[in-house]
C-alpha cells in the first residue's frame, strides 16, 4: 500500500491573450515548487499543463501589495513575463488584495504599476528598456539598434533589449511564413546570448500595428507573450519602424503597447481570463 504524504496545492488557472499560468498563492508561507515540480505541474498531458507557473508572495517593500516570482514550464525561473503580472494584478483585485485606481506589485524584475481598465483589461506600467549588451545579456557584441549573425538559416539580423529578461527581436515579411521553431531554437542555444534569450518575429502592419509570434525560453512558442510584445515594440521604436503606440497582434489576442518615452517604462493592456479553479495532490 502506499503510505506516501500527499499535500495539496490549491491553484488558479489563467490566461492572458492565451499564454497560460497556474498561480499559486504562497504567502500562508508554503514553499514555492521545486524545478521538479513545477515541470510537472506545467506537463499538459500528466499534469496541470501551462506555460509558467506564478508565486504570489508578501511584498517586499511597504508601498507594494505582494510580490510574485515565474517559473517556465521546465522548471526554469523567469525574470519577468507581462501576461502572467496582468494575471497576477486580476488574482489579487480578486482576492482584495489589489485596491484602487492603482496599486504596485513586486516583480523579478522590479516594481511594476497596476491599473484595472474599464473594459475588464488590467494597464501594466512594466520596466524601462535596457539596450546595453551587458544588461541583456548579450556577448561579444558593442551596443547597436540591429545585431547581424551568421546563421543555418542565413544572415540573421535582429534587435536586442531587456526588459526584466532578455529578448531578440527580428523583423519579417510575413510571421505564417516564419521559422518560429528553428532560428528561435538556434538563438537559444547561441554563444551570443549567455542566458538564452525569448526569440520574437515581428511583422509590421503600420506604423501603430504589428504581429508578431514569440518563441519563448523554457517553453518554446506561445500564443501570447506580454514581455515579447513589449520588447518588440521598444526595438522597433529605436529602429524608427513603429509609432510609440502600437496595436500588438499574437496567435491568442490583442496587447496594446506605449513606450511614451525613452526614459520612460512601457505600458502594457491587455485581457486576463480566470479559467478553473483545483488542487494540485502530489507525494
Known amino acids: ?3 506516501a504524504l ?7 488557472k489563467m490566461h492572458g491573450a492565451g499564454n497560460d499560468f497556474i498561480v499559486l498563492d504562497l504567502r500562508d508561507g508554503s514553499a514555492a515548487p521545486s524545478p521538479d515540480e513545477a515541470a510537472r505541474m506545467a506537463d499538459r498531458h500528466f499534469g496541470i499543463g501551462c506555460d509558467q507557473i506564478l ?5 517586499l517593500h511597504a508601498d507594494t501589495v505582494a510580490s510574485y516570482r515565474i517559473w517556465n514550464a521546465d522548471g526554469s525561473v523567469a525574470g519577468q513575463c507581462g501576461n502572467g503580472a496582468r494575471c497576477v494584478a486580476a488574482w489579487l483585485m480578486r482576492d482584495g488584495t489589489g485596491r484602487g485606481a492603482h496599486f504596485a506589485i513586486d516583480s523579478p524584475a522590479g516594481t511594476i504599476s497596476a491599473e484595472p481598465l474599464p473594459n475588464g483589461d488590467v494597464r501594466l506600467a512594466m520596466t524601462v528598456p535596457q539596450f546595453s549588451p551587458v544588461a541583456i545579456p548579450l556577448k561579444g557584441m558593442p551596443e547597436a539598434s540591429h545585431y547581424r549573425v551568421d546563421s543555418p538559416f542565413g544572415a540573421l539580423s535582429f534587435g536586442a533589449v531587456s526588459m526584466g529578461n532578455p529578448h531578440a527581436v527580428l523583423e519579417v515579411a510575413n510571421i505564417d511564413a516564419a521559422d518560429v521553431d528553428g532560428i528561435g531554437s538556434w538563438l537559444q542555444r547561441s554563444a551570443w546570448f549567455p542566458e538564452s534569450v525569448n526569440v520574437g518575429f515581428a511583422q509590421v502592419l503600420a506604423p501603430d500595428h504589428i504581429r508578431l509570434r514569440v518563441f519563448e525560453r523554457g517553453v518554446g512558442e506561445t500564443l501570447a507573450c506580454g514581455s515579447g510584445a513589449c520588447a518588440a515594440v521598444a526595438v522597433l521604436v529605436r529602429q524608427a519602424r513603429v509609432q510609440r503606440a502600437v496595436r500588438v497582434d499574437l496567435p491568442g489576442g490583442t496587447l496594446t503597447i506605449a513606450w511614451p518615452d525613452d526614459a520612460a517604462a512601457v505600458v502594457m493592456a491587455g485581457p486576463t481570463v480566470f479559467v478553473f479553479e483545483g488542487e494540485w495532490t502530489h507525494d
Open 55 to 59: 508565486t504570489i508572495e508578501s511584498p
Open 1 to 3: 500500500m502506499n503510505t
Open 6 to 12: 500527499h499535500r495539496a496545492r490549491r491553484f488558479s
